[in-house]
């Protein structure tokens, strides 16, 4: 069944029993009892999704689509995390929802001193996640070996059973940082990296990029989901197309050159200032400001 049901009635009555301008729901089950909220008091409410709609995830849990489709039709406003996001609400459920992006701290995540002396590829991403395809990206390195030998490899510490020993047979030189307890904690790594890499394939947004663009590191993503939408220049990072490692090494190499540009850190930089915590937090006081205003 669909994750967090008990949600429904008891953040329902949370609402009922508090006296809110809005509600604003991360979750579709929040948003479904902020949709009969809406309901009874006339007060607006935001389903902000935080994935990208298809087919295929909408029928991965019973009631999944249901409780989508009544929180969506209920709640007074819809946001997406990307273009790409707001495209799939439009093709698959016929909505028309507004793209607002994530924003990151500018303060948390700074450029500064600390780079590895050797060529080091850093991946953020839960390395428990297919999805996340951190597996193609330690069978893309020793190829990448072939031209740049000290290369290393750095990744997130999975959690799953012989998760290690599976990504050491791709990568026998690969090395796992600790999980971190604050997203700003990274921050070290992405400045020790040359390249942070995220090679998802199905990413609504793709904040880690945006956090290693701010210390001033450039990326590499694939070319599918919204990571196109951000790494959109080549001054800043390269994607790769398909599901062969030889495109990912071609696009890491391309990356390391990058990384020895003087002009690219101040390049990430300014990219990772489109993405600011402020810019977002105005772009959804915007938004309360025009649902407030609808409302009376």
Known sequence: FEDHLTHVPF??????????????AVYPTDALAAARWTERTGRPSILAYLG???????????????????AIEGCTAVTALSRTAADAFGRWLGVDAQVTYPGVDLEAFTPGDGRAPEPTVFCAAATDEPRKRVDLLARAVPLVRRERRDVRLVVMRPSALGAEERLRGLDPEIRFAETVERPADLAPHYRAAWVSVLPSFAD?????????LACGTPVVGSDRGAIPEVIDREAIGRLFEGE?????ARALLEAF????????????RARAGDFS?????????????KLLGRAG
Do not use: K, W
């Not at 609504?204 to 290693?212: D, Q, T, Y």
């Not at 020895?260 to 101040?266: G, K, L, S």
């Open 257 to 268: 050159e990058l990384a020895e540009d003087p002009a690219t850190p101040a390049a990430c």
């Open 52 to 70: 990208i709609p298809n087919q295929e995830g909408l029928a991965h849990r019973r009631l999944r689509i249901d409780v989508t489709l009544r």
């Open 11 to 24: 953040s329902y009555l949370s609402l009922r029993r508090g006296e809110d301008d809005i509600a604003h």
């Open 244 to 248: 062969e490692p030889e495109a990912l």
């Open 204 to 212: 609504s947004f793709g904040i880690v990029l945006v956090e290693s």
């Open 277 to 289: 915590t402020e810019r977002s937090v105005a772009a959804y006081e915007e938004l309360y400001r």
